[in-house]
């Protein structure tokens, strides 16, 4: 049976969308600073040094943003938060990486357009 007729059209999608690609971009972000500061080791050249203070900047925005908005993407089933860190029992049975949080897997799974799930209560949403 194909997973994703067992899916729920997520309710506001707008929120989930933008905080997951706020906190994609943040990490981007996080990704071109620290090869700024490797750029600056290897080299001794302090070329890139104008980027740092910006980059600084923009990942505390997207940071302060995602959570802000980001404390209002709830699941309608168990009422959790989707971009919080959960201890459960019920989530354990989902499938993800060993290297990634249940909450990070919810954010790669909606930037790469595809259902995700409840870190919480394992509830597999689409959006629309």
């Not at 971009?83 to 954010?107: G, T, Y």
Request: net charge positive.
């Amino acid at each position: 049976m194909n997973s994703v007729s067992n899916s729920i059209i997520y309710p506001n999608p707008r929120i989930v969308r933008f905080v997951s690609l706020s906190l994609a971009a943040s990490w981007l972000v996080i990704v071109l600073l620290i090869g700024v500061f490797a750029f600056r080791e290897i080299t001794g050249s302090h070329y890139l040094d104008a980027l740092i203070a910006p980059l600084g900047f923009l990942i505390l925005i997207l940071v302060v943003l995602s959570l802000f908005v980001g404390s209002t993407a709830r699941c309608p089933e168990c009422r959790c938060l989707l971009f919080k860190q959960v201890k459960s029992d019920l989530s354990m049975s989902a499938r993800r990486p060993i290297f990634l949080s249940k909450w990070s897997l919810v954010v790669i799974n909606i930037v790469r357009v595809r259902p995700f799930n409840c870190p919480n209560c394992n509830q597999e949403y689409t959006l629309k």
